[in-house]
């Protein structure tokens, strides 16, 4: 027997999914031949959970299958700009994306860490009373064996409950009760995320990233962010009318952004459709676009 929601007949029920994929179809497409044509195209992404699937250990989050040749793909059509978001620390984020040639724009730390993709290094310096904080609270959680748990950061740290969801609740309430005030003194904010609760400096977050990105980009362009987290929806605030907002991820949440793809078949085809986009222009003759060559 099917489950309807309340009120709901049976037509109208059958008939919303259709209009949804209808009205995806139609954004889609849209968006794909304002990409052909755009002056500049920027695909926004953020890795974990997007990119790659979530793993018990941070240190396992490997790119869906398919996703690396996808994004190799887009980068030799040339004329797409990749920017890599995270909230890992920047040294960890190339660790995990050096697949990607030619190198991407990185960002870790919420915004606050940048490689760009010359090469150049952008990022604060990092006050030394948070770093001895910083440095107490990791001996204190490696002394009551919670250290599989903690991720430390250049600017903050982050409790993770897919490391050990059994003991994360007692780690995160002792956590809160003895450092809660002395983070405070430090700026640091508590955060939750999709597995966990992070501490990082008030201000730092995705969609500084994306305010950074659009900040540099020429009218017209083409741009798209993807993905799947709580963290993410401050980069779709960001962006929300310049550009394409998407959802990456299992299941629907209430989110800001524009649509929702399944990893990893409903990304890869996304990312096929950009590449396919950006080619269809490259054959475009000389002053077709614009006057481009």
């Known amino acids: 027997m099917a489950i309807r929601a309340s009120g709901e007949s049976r037509s109208t029920s059958a008939r919303r999914p259709r209009e949804r994929r209808s009205s995806t179809r139609a954004l889609l497409d849209a968006f794909f031949a304002a990409l052909r044509e755009a002056p500049a195209r920027v695909l926004m992404v953020d890795y974990d959970g997007t990119l790659a699937p979530f793993r018990g250990g941070r240190e396992l989050a490997l790119p869906h299958p398919g996703v690396p040749e996808a994004i190799k793909r887009i980068l030799e059509a040339g004329g797409t700009r990749l920017v ?86 007692e780690a995160r309430t002792a956590l809160l009760e003895w450092w809660r005030s002395s983070l405070d003194r430090r700026g640091l904010v508590a955060l939750p995320f999709d597995g966990g609760l992070e501490f990082r400096p008030a201000g730092s977050s995705k969609g500084r990233v994306v305010e950074s990105v659009l900040a540099e980009l020429p009218p017209g362009a083409s741009v798209a962010y993807l993905g799947d987290d709580r963290t993410d929806e401050d980069a779709f605030l960001a962006l929300r009318g310049h550009g394409l907002r998407v959802l990456v991820r299992d299941r629907r949440r209430p989110t800001e952004a524009d649509l929702w793809l399944r990893p990893p078949e409903d990304l890869i085809g996304f990312l096929t459709r950009w590449e396919r986009a950006t080619w269809a222009e490259a054959r475009l003759p000389a002053g077709a676009n614009g006057g481009a060559a």
């Open 84 to 169: 890599v978001a995270s909230g890992r620390a920047l040294a960890d984020l190339e660790a995990r994306t050096d697949w990607i040639v030619p190198r991407p724009d990185l960002w870790g730390s919420h915004g606050l860490e940048r490689r760009a993709a010359d090469g150049s290094l952008s990022a604060p310096p990092i006050p030394l009373p948070l770093t001895d904080l910083l440095d107490r609270i990791g001996q204190w959680i490696e002394e009551r064996g919670w250290l599989d748990l903690f991720e430390r950061k250049p600017f903050g740290f982050a409790l993770h409950e897919r490391a050990d969801p059994e003991r994360y609740p």
